[in-house]
């Protein structure tokens, strides 16, 4: 019955809401245990089923972690969820595809512009020289290699490293994960292109360690040129065959 579905629907979600302010309440974070399924049905006045259903929810969202023999604790709490969402947006349709990309190539130019000048002045000599490693290592490998992926996004994820923000941190590499996942979609990765990002990112090493923010910022553009070409060409050339 359509009625006594949503009525379920309701009840699961007042479930959810319910073990989420548990959390608050208590104050647990991540890693931390929570109570039984039968303590958590007599704490929230629910059914079995219902905090089952609610713990299975919660568990995709990485809010809470289900181990098996050994109880529910509080999750990482991570944007994996988002991960997801986004990749699968960006592979269902090549109209989503692109506009996707396009999308996350903006926001991710768009926040580390917006805080090029606190990076710049927060990066550590320690961290410039791990920034300068990664680019030799991605110079070493090629463009075509997996290590010149692990280099790129741990260069990036040093980057914003010295903010101290973990919801930046974790933004910035959830936008790096969904762009890795969805970029093979493009036409390909040239040498030019693989010249021009090494290029780009020893730009960025050079211009923290000089203190030159304007310096900072054109590097950062310089840096995703190559990404938003492929997308026009890409998305151009599939438009011509539709």
């Known amino acids: 019955m359509p009625g006594s579905r949503a009525g379920r629907q309701l009840l699961r979600q007042e479930v959810v809401e319910g073990i989420k302010r548990y ?21 929230l006045g629910a059914s079995r089923s219902s905090v089952r259903e609610a713990v ?7 809010i809470v972690e289900v181990r098996h023999g050994h109880g529910t604790y509080v999750g990482r709490l991570s944007l994996s969820a988002l991960v997801e969402s986004l990749t699968f947006r960006g592979l269902l ?4 595809d692109f506009q996707v990309l396009s999308d996350l190539v903006d926001v991710r130019e768009l926040m580390e512009r917006g805080m090029a000048d606190r990076i710049v002045s ?9 920034l300068e490693r990664l680019v030799r290592r991605m110079s070493e490998v090629g463009g075509a290699s997996e290590g010149f992926v692990e280099a790129d996004r741990a260069f990036h ?25 969805v970029a093979p979609h493009l036409d390909g990765f040239t040498h030019a292109d693989e010249t021009a990002t090494i290029a780009a990112h020893q730009s960025l090493v050079d ?23 492929r997308i026009a060409e890409t998305r151009a050339r599939t438009a011509g065959q539709a």
């Open 23 to 43: 959390i608050l309440e208590n104050k647990l974070g991540p890693g931390d245990p929570l109570p039984t399924e039968p303590a958590l049905c007599e704490a």
């Open 56 to 62: 299975k929810i919660l568990n995709a969202l990485d």
């Open 93 to 96: 349709s090549p109209d989503d």
């Open 122 to 130: 927060s990066l550590s000599a320690g961290q410039l020289d791990s």
């Open 157 to 181: 994820a040093t980057l914003v490293a010295p903010l101290q923000n973990a919801l930046i941190s974790q933004l910035s590499m959830a936008f790096w994960d969904v762009y890795s996942i």
């Open 207 to 229: 211009a923290a360690r000089a203190d030159d923010v304007p310096g900072f910022v054109k590097a950062l553009q310089e840096h995703y040129a190559p990404v938003r070409r």
